[in-house]
C-alpha cells in the first residue's frame, strides 16, 4: 500500500526558515517524481513545486510564488522527499500536501499525504 | 500565467448527472487531471489524462476534454460524490489548478 506522511509543519515567524518532511513508503521511490502541493485555509490547491527521479536526473521545478525561497530535494536511501522553506512569508500559511507524480506525457499526482499545517505568523 | 476557471458551485439531485466545466486557452491541448477533496480529507485523483479512471474510481465518474474546456461528468451522483473538485494541467513545466467547484448533491 503506498503511503505518504508529512511531518515537520508548526507555527514559525515570519522570514524565518523551516523544513518539511515526507516520508514514504509502498513503492520504489527512487522510481518517481516527487511533488508538494499546499492548500491555504478556505482556498484552492496550489502547486508547489516537484522534484524528478534520478533517473530524470533529480532537477525541479517550482511555482514563482516559491521561486528562489523553497527548495525540494530527496534523499532515495531513506525513501525521503524534502521542503526546504526559507523566508517565510504569512501568505506561506498553508496545509502542505506531499504527492507522489506520475510522469507520462503529462504527469499527474496519483497519491497524496494527509498533509502537515504551516502557520507563518508574528 | 496560464489559468483554468471553474464554476465556484454546482448542485445535482441525487441520480442525476453532475457535469462541472474547467476552461482554459487551448486547453484541448493540454492534459487534464481531476481530483476530489472532501471536507477535512486529502485530495484523491478520479481523472487523469483527460478521461482515464485510476483504479478504485467508480465508472460512474468520466472526463472530456476539447477546445478551450474540459468536463468532469458524474452519473447517477450519489450523496458520496458530494465534494470539491478541482481541474488542473500543465504548462511549461507549472501545474496550474483550477480554483475548484463544490458540488452539492440536494
Known amino acids: 500500500e503506498v503511503q505518504l506522511v508529512e511531518s515537520g509543519g508548526g507555527l514559525v515567524q515570519p522570514g524565518r526558515s523551516l523544513r518539511l518532511s515526507c516520508t514514504a513508503s509502498?513503492?520504489?521511490?527512487?522510481?518517481?517524481?516527487m511533488s508538494w502541493v499546499r492548500q491555504a485555509p478556505g482556498r484552492g490547491l496550489e502547486w508547489v513545486g516537484f522534484?524528478?527521479?534520478?533517473?530524470?536526473?533529480?532537477?525541479?521545478e517550482y511555482a514563482a510564488s516559491v521561486r528562489g525561497r523553497f527548495t525540494i530535494s530527496r534523499d532515495d536511501s531513506k525513501s525521503i522527499a524534502y521542503l526546504q522553506m526559507n523566508s517565510l512569508k504569512t501568505e506561506d500559511t498553508a496545509v502542505y500536501y506531499c504527492?507522489?507524480?506520475?510522469?507520462?506525457?503529462?504527469?499527474?499526482?496519483?497519491?497524496w499525504g494527509q498533509g502537515t499545517l504551516v502557520t507563518v505568523s508574528s | 500565467s496560464y489559468e483554468l476557471t471553474q464554476p465556484p458551485s454546482v448542485s445535482v439531485s441525487p441520480g442525476q448527472t453532475a457535469s462541472i466545466t474547467c476552461s482554459g486557452d487551448?486547453?484541448?491541448?493540454?492534459?487534464v487531471c481531476w481530483y476530489q477533496q472532501k471536507p477535512g480529507q486529502s485530495p484523491v485523483l478520479v481523472i487523469f489524462?483527460?478521461?482515464k479512471r485510476p483504479s478504485g474510481i467508480p465508472e460512474r465518474f468520466s472526463g472530456s476534454n476539447s477546445g478551450n474546456t474540459a468536463t468532469l461528468t458524474i452519473s447517477g451522483t450519489q450523496a458520496m460524490d458530494e465534494a470539491d473538485y478541482y481541474c488542473?494541467?500543465?504548462?511549461?513545466?507549472?501545474?496550474?489548478f483550477g480554483g475548484g467547484t463544490k458540488l452539492t448533491v440536494l
Open positions: 504527492t507522489r507524480v506520475v510522469i507520462v506525457v503529462d504527469p499527474y499526482f496519483d497519491y
Open positions: 509502498g513503492f520504489t521511490f527512487g522510481d518517481y517524481a
Open positions: 522534484i524528478r527521479s534520478k533517473a530524470y536526473g533529480g532537477t525541479t
Open positions: 487551448n486547453l484541448g491541448d493540454k492534459y
Open positions: 489524462q483527460d478521461s
Open positions: 488542473q494541467a500543465w504548462d511549461s513545466s507549472t501545474a496550474v
